[in-house]
């Protein structure tokens, strides 16, 4: 009977411990995302004069998450972790509490972008994590004893998850899970699609195979890795036989301006596009615009239709020029210039400075401002299949990260 009760005891602690772990590790793969909702909380909480501090708050926030949620599962330092554990679901239950009472307009961020909650179900997942932890924890001294091993076990997790933490801090996501995620497709697209022969209207489809079986796909909604590409093929999308292709849900707004304010996002749509959106002006320094200047000079060499999106207005846009040094750099930033607001840039990409490559309207790929393209590589980019560059990117970062969690739950369950 003790050893069932010992049992039950630990499986409600494995629970808690899987949830704290995924909310830490999803929340770490976007330090951006989270710093965002931190900031949010800040306003809430009428606390926004330390919005400075919100990245690095939530930053550390998800790594103590993710820790708390390894050493729950390992089973290590059972007392004092048992006591960190439910010092922290009182504090968020009582947040989630008033978060349900006032009901701001805001998401509560438990999962980053991966999973939103309304404030009744955030209130509601943190009553049954107290009510789990309560029957993991107490009484104390009955907590047992975890075996050597899983020392072991915590410590190679620990580095898995400090590495993980430490690229998602350098570049971008390995794994995107805002609008702006690679596949989705400009609304600007869907009244500027192209037109031919008599004014019927294309778009192209994707033929996969899989057990014998031939379906056709659109770009925004593509199968699992189990399927075998065959081929593409253009439609109308009046024809009958495409009518079991999917409707595209993945549209999205993408508002551009230029200097005069009239709205260009039309620009995104027909050539290759590549964008470089900047959205925090001030902290880019001569020498980083420099080298936007040049990457951009080098994707319009290379065929694309290249823009700079940067969250000011032109006129602030233009004084931050005209105190740059470089005369040259500053002109073929401002003819490149085009301007939206921060919310918008910051989706796009999370990297300050990041590259993005659209084609047809579709969002194609990303880069952060620490892995421009080089010559070659932006000009196999332009020349390669689409669809094979679309699930080449959105495949790999997936996998990876799909890697990192079955690594650390097999370390951290099996060793």
Same mark, same amino acid.
């Given at each position: 009977m003790n050893k069932v009760l010992e049992r039950g005891k630990r499986f409600c602690g494995y629970v808690v411990g899987i949830v704290f772990f995924l909310s830490g590790i999803v929340k770490l793969l976007d330090p951006v995302g989270a710093g965002l909702v931190m900031s949010e909380?800040?306003?809430?909480?009428?606390?926004?004069?330390?919005?400075?501090?919100?990245?690095?708050?939530?930053?550390?926030?998800?790594?103590?998450?993710?820790?708390?949620?390894?050493?729950?599962?390992?089973?290590?330092?059972?007392?004092?972790?048992?006591?960190?554990?439910?010092?922290?679901?009182?504090?968020?239950?009582?947040?989630s509490l008033a978060l349900l009472i006032f009901n701001p307009p805001m998401d509560c961020g438990c999962f980053g972008e991966v999973l939103h909650l309304t404030h009744l179900q955030t209130f509601l997942k943190n009553i049954a994590l107290c009510a789990l932890s309560a029957a993991s924890f107490f009484p104390l001294s009955a907590l047992g004893k975890p075996k050597r091993r899983k020392y072991v076990s915590f410590s190679i997790v620990t580095v898995t998850v400090i590495c993980f933490a430490v690229y998602s801090l350098m570049f971008i996501p390995l794994k995107d899970y805002t609008d702006f995620r690679p596949g989705v497709r400009v609304s600007a697209a869907e009244h500027n699609m192209p037109e031919i022969y008599d004014g019927d209207t294309y778009e192209a489809v994707f033929i996969y195979e899989k057990n014998g079986k031939k379906e056709t796909f659109t770009l925004d909604n593509l199968p699992d890795s189990t399927w075998t590409f065959v081929s593409t093929e253009t439609r109308r999308t009046d024809d009958p036989s495409s009518s079991e292709m999917a409707s595209s849900d993945l549209s999205v707004s993408l508002p551009l301006m230029d200097r005069t304010g009239v709205s260009r996002d039309d620009l995104m749509v027909g050539a290759p596009v590549f964008v470089i959106s900047v959205y925090k002006v001030r902290p880019v320094t001569e020498a980083k615009w420099r080298r936007i200047s040049e990457m951009l000079y080098r994707a319009s060499d290379s065929g694309y239709r290249s823009i700079l999106?940067?969250?000011?207005?032109?006129?602030?846009?233009?004084?931050?020029?005209?105190?740059?040094?470089?005369?040259?750099?500053?002109?073929?930033?401002?003819?490149?210039?085009?301007?939206?607001?921060?919310? #918008?840039?910051?989706? =796009?990409?999370? &990297?300050?400075? !990041? /590259?993005?490559? @659209?084609? *047809?309207?579709? %969002?194609?790929?990303?880069?952060?401002?620490?892995?421009?393209?080089?010559?070659?590589?932006?000009?196999?980019?332009?020349?390669?299949?689409? #669809?094979?560059?679309? =699930?080449?990117? &959105?495949?790999? !970062? /997936?996998?990876? @990260?799909? *890697?990192?969690? %079955?690594?650390?739950?097999?370390?951290?369950?099996?060793?």
């Amino acid at each position: 009977m003790n050893k069932v009760l010992e049992r039950g005891k630990r499986f409600c602690g494995y629970v808690v411990g899987i949830v704290f772990f995924l909310s830490g590790i999803v929340k770490l793969l976007d330090p951006v995302g989270a710093g965002l909702v931190m900031s949010e909380y800040y306003n809430f909480m009428h606390v926004g004069f330390m919005d400075f501090s919100a990245k690095a708050s939530a930053f550390a926030l998800a790594m103590i998450e993710t820790l708390l949620g390894a050493a729950l599962i390992t089973g290590l330092w059972r007392r004092i972790v048992s006591i960190i554990t439910m010092c922290f679901l009182g504090f968020f239950t009582l947040l989630s509490l008033a978060l349900l009472i006032f009901n701001p307009p805001m998401d509560c961020g438990c999962f980053g972008e991966v999973l939103h909650l309304t404030h009744l179900q955030t209130f509601l997942k943190n009553i049954a994590l107290c009510a789990l932890s309560a029957a993991s924890f107490f009484p104390l001294s009955a907590l047992g004893k975890p075996k050597r091993r899983k020392y072991v076990s915590f410590s190679i997790v620990t580095v898995t998850v400090i590495c993980f933490a430490v690229y998602s801090l350098m570049f971008i996501p390995l794994k995107d899970y805002t609008d702006f995620r690679p596949g989705v497709r400009v609304s600007a697209a869907e009244h500027n699609m192209p037109e031919i022969y008599d004014g019927d209207t294309y778009e192209a489809v994707f033929i996969y195979e899989k057990n014998g079986k031939k379906e056709t796909f659109t770009l925004d909604n593509l199968p699992d890795s189990t399927w075998t590409f065959v081929s593409t093929e253009t439609r109308r999308t009046d024809d009958p036989s495409s009518s079991e292709m999917a409707s595209s849900d993945l549209s999205v707004s993408l508002p551009l301006m230029d200097r005069t304010g009239v709205s260009r996002d039309d620009l995104m749509v027909g050539a290759p596009v590549f964008v470089i959106s900047v959205y925090k002006v001030r902290p880019v320094t001569e020498a980083k615009w420099r080298r936007i200047s040049e990457m951009l000079y080098r994707a319009s060499d290379s065929g694309y239709r290249s823009i700079l999106l940067v969250a000011s207005t032109p006129e602030d846009f233009s004084l931050l020029l005209s105190g740059t040094n470089d005369r040259e750099t500053a002109a073929a930033l401002e003819t490149a210039a085009y301007f939206s607001d921060y919310r #918008t840039l910051v989706s =796009l990409n999370r &990297s300050n400075g !990041g /590259a993005t490559y @659209f084609n *047809g309207g579709y %969002l194609i790929r990303k880069w952060a401002c620490r892995s421009y393209p080089d010559e070659a590589e932006i000009s196999s980019v332009s020349a390669a299949d689409v #669809t094979e560059t679309y =699930l080449s990117y &959105s495949s790999s !970062g /997936a996998l990876i @990260f799909q *890697g990192i969690l %079955l690594f650390t739950f097999a370390v951290m369950l099996l060793l």
